[in-house]
């Protein structure tokens, strides 16, 4: 079938990859070579991070992967006949060549209609939480992962894949290191998790002063900054409600107390507020935060409560945090959600596209989206499948034949 013909360039801002099995111990320093590994449980292979066993991803190998946009009605049109979780995600298949790297992944992309994509790794969300009391051990393997993508996913894949290096910013100074190697590899985009900053002392707001070094590279070099959602580690709070300890289950059949406080989105809303009322956005102004896959529902409230924050003591902001926010993010709004209110809101130059493709819960056939952007102008509408995006990562439009 011939991909579908939009008439202008398409951006896709959430895009996946698959880690192959060595892709967090490739690189690891050789004294934390014990670290992370694989084990057998009953048959099926686990991850193991410091000894112990995570379910966090069902399958970390990705030999089999759930089927692209199996969750895709079950969030556009509820679950009437309450399924449960596996009956909704149905049978895996076995992990196409496309998953797991550039080259064939460009194909694949040629036969959606896509001319460009963002690639977000997507075993590296495990990392961080698991080991927020090392924040050296962290540091190490989110360098032996991004050093891992450059084998396998460069930074920049013929100009049209922009693979999504990580930085774990709990160590100014190893941030700041890391953020100047992945520059030096030609990183355009740079990924951070919605959660605190753990260092030796504990955890911090990583938009405290403390981390402007960092920032104020972010800002020299124009790098943009993407806040995907990822374990943020706010399980805790839903534990102590529910009297239990564990690990954060994305794939696993929800605890309704704690299912309800998930889809909140307490994280990132955490997180741009401190983004904003720590100061970053305002000592930066110039720094640009794109919050992909965390939603957007919750964007009106949060700068609503925002704003009247500082109607009751404006005299600590140097202006209106709604003003900040629309000057500094950009915001992809899930598939199920109507984008309609929220362009309104923030106005189309601030709106963005992405599928979540090959995951369960994204889009099977990503320019399906167009469809829900029906009765916006075509202006608006180039801008939110593409512009915006291009401009962010300063790529030019081609040239009408």
Known sequence: MAPRE?????????????ETKDALTRYLPEGQANAISYVNVHGREKIAVRGKISDYIPNPTFDRVGRPGAQEEYFKQGNPEGKSYKEIIGRGIDCPPAFRNAEARLELLDEQGI????????????IEERMRDDPDLAADAIHGLNRWMTDEWPFQYEDRIFSVPIVTPGLVHRAVEELEWLL?????????RPAPAWGYKGPRSFARPEFDPYWELVEESGVLVVVHASDSGYVRYANE??????????F?????????LRVQHRDIM???TSLITHGVCWRFPK???????????????????????????PQHYPEKPSDTFKRNFWMHPFHEEDPTGLVKLLG???VIFGSDYPHVEGLADPLSYYDQLAGLPEEQIRKIMGGNMMGLLGIEAPVPA
């Open 241 to 250: 409600w529910e009297g239990v300890q564990g690990e954060t289950l994305p």
């Open 270 to 272: 955490d997180a741009v």
């Open 348 to 350: 189309a130059d601030h």
């Open 252 to 260: 696993g059949e929800p605890q309704l107390f704690s299912a309800t």
């Open 6 to 18: 939009l008439g202008f360039p398409v951006f896709d801002a959430d895009n996946h990859l698959y």
């Open 287 to 313: 720094v640009r935060i794109a919050l992909i896959e965390n939603g957007a529902g919750w964007v009106p409230d949060l700068l609503e409560h925002l704003d009247h924050a500082y109607a009751q003591m």
């Open 115 to 126: 001319d460009y994509a963002l690639m977000l790794p997507t075993l590296a969300s495990l």
């Open 184 to 192: 030096d590899q030609g990183a355009k985009v740079v990924l951070m």
